[in-house]
């Protein structure tokens, strides 16, 4: 049987990034030895971690006023990271979007003062708090947002602007590279890998170097940006094998296109999925429309036993982790980049199928 | 030709662990998916963390006194975890036996005071300072050793005894699960994977869990021990893969006997390596006699050119990654638990040979 893995991350990875690294898993390049076997220090992983960086710096049109981090710890990791680094006893701004939002902003309050400048929490995070009611601090050290909500299933359709002085930093966590985004509007951008980039273990953090300097001495080496960046990302061991995924599911994106085919790939995959819940009587989305995410599609039955049937009669069908996040249940199809059409539409038959058998 | 790699970190893996993991990289155990896209949260991986976990507590035979944590960030992150979370303010003794060592005292200071016990600097860390010689600070709040120097090639024979009441801390990266030791005797030991235990990309912690309470509520939740026990390191995502590998090695070392039989051929590879160096007039070891590592073996030629001749013809016959590190030069064999008698012999005579033709 087929197996569409729907996970929300660790998620499915491109089936050809998963032959070549099986294939070279044991031997690479011929060194006798497998890339986590190897040296960071000698002279196969220089190259590794050397690609993955250019391949994200091409991907995302970055310019030398950017640097490129690879950290350990994940998203969460950066929750801390960057208040530590960036707030110095100042004001920040958090757009509160979702739980790994409100997360971040409660990190913040441990080094200055963490603003929530909007709010969808009382609405169960049904939408992204509209632009005009933000309450903006005038002079914050930063703008924290997150660009999509995996948990709640909304996703900002236009990327803000900062006012003028003020960093834009970004969680994209669950929507780096799957769409086309300019990246000089932001001051830093981070995310976990594990959903559109690789495997679980490495952060992908993008910086203005200039932001760097902000850091007072008071910060311990392993959590100073300015370890990674003088170091190029190796004053200790890095996560190489992690890092090696990361440039083999870049070269998969740049093969099938680059950024701009991955979108358009995936607003067709979603427009899919989201005209069925439109058309069902059965099947209901509980997010705003104008607000939805291309990553992860929210839904629901008429109730928690179905939710809980679907889930169960879909994953014997192929099509797993179809559950949605612990905190607010119902169901949840994460489609991203390594997700391919076919997936989306042999969830939709199912579903199809499952609404007439329970309607 | 075979190929025998003698990396300080990342290392070889045991070939059979090696294998097992390509064979099922793209399908766990029937689930369609590779270990490292599958959700951490669902049905497959708990066991596999659980796993890791049990073989860890039988292997090093833990008391229910301790919790066994898996986090991000390497040995390095631990030199400032430790203080972050269990010195407040006031003093640790550390025992500067080589340059992991310094570096961890470094970011104690950030946290309070660090006293420099002992140290062997001035002789360029060829020894461990004797015990009877430490000055240690009555009440400190831990007292932290490294139990194997990597760079330097020396390491602890016997483990101290830390005075009553105080938490003995050690950096056990570079001998972990090589020899038997008591866990009971320490207050927390952690260990980057990359050497003894798997891949690169996570550290096994072990603390007892009395410890957790000491941390102050000033800590980021990603850097407090107590949120890596309350979520059996799960509160954000793992670093999934690498724990599943170390699950596999620990399983290795289960099937070859366990820890006391690790040691039994440690102690062979070494004895084999050392009789040799001891009897050469043209290899030397540099450290003192009494603290030679039995995981890294540091030796020298004659001249800075004959080390680099050695390691370049030693790595066109098969046996790679002999260079010293590179803060002190000359040459170095690590020969951690997956190498196996066959590579120390092969590198014998490479070295016999050598010796011969550049006397």
């Known amino acids: 049987m087929k197996i569409y893995n729907f996970a929300a991350g660790p998620a499915m990875l491109p089936k050809e990034v998963m032959l070549k690294a099986q294939e070279e898993f044991v031997n690479f390049q011929g060194s006798g030895s497998g890339v986590m076997e190897l040296s960071h220090r000698g002279k196969y992983f220089q190259p590794v971690i050397d690609h993955a960086e250019a391949n994200i710096r091409e991907l995302l049109g970055l310019s030398d006023d950017f640097v490129v981090m690879f950290i350990q710890g994940g998203a969460s990791m950066q929750f801390a990271m960057i208040p530590m680094n960036l707030l110095n006893g100042g ?9 790994w939002g409100a997360k971040a902003a409660k990190e913040a309050k441990l080094y200055g003062t963490a603003n929530i400048a909007a709010s969808s929490k009382e609405s169960k995070y049904d939408h992204i708090p509209a632009q005009s009611e933000w ?21 900002y359709q236009t990327l803000p602007e900062a006012p003028a002085g003020v960093p834009l930093i970004a969680d994209m966590s669950s929507d780096i590279m799957s769409r086309v985004f300019d990246a000089n509007k932001f001051g830093l951008f981070y995310a976990g890998a594990q959903k ?18 902000r850091t007072s001495d008071k910060v311990p080496t392993m959590l100073r940006y300015s370890t990674y960046i003088e170091n190029g990302s190796m004053f200790n061991t890095p996560p190489t094998f992690a890092i090696y995924m990361l440039g083999l599911v870049t070269d998969w994106v740049k093969a099938k296109g680059g950024v701009a085919a991955m979108e358009e790939i995936n607003n067709a995959k979603a427009a899919k999925l989201y005209a069925f819940l439109d058309d069902s009587s059965f099947f209901k989305s509980p997010v705003a429309k104008a607000d939805r995410s291309r990553m992860n599609v929210v839904f ?16 014997a069908a192929g099509l797993t982790d179809l559950k949605g996040h612990r905190l607010v249940g119902g169901c949840r199809a994460s489609i991203y ?7 989306v539409e042999a969830l939709v038959e199912f579903m199809k199928k499952f609404e007439l058998e329970n309607k």
């Open 196 to 213: 559109n980039l690789g495997p679980s273990g490495v952060a992908l953090v993008v910086m203005k170097k200039e932001l760097a300097e």
């Open 337 to 343: 980049n390594a997700m391919p059409m076919e997936g």
């Open 300 to 315: 629901r039955t008429p109730s928690d036993e179905l939710d809980a049937k679907f889930v169960a009669e879909a994953k």
């Open 91 to 99: 004001t920040a701004d958090y757009v509160d979007s979702g739980v």
């Open 135 to 155: 309450k903006l601090t005038p002079g914050a050290a930063y703008l924290h947002i997150t660009s999509n909500n995996t948990v709640a299933g909304t996703q």
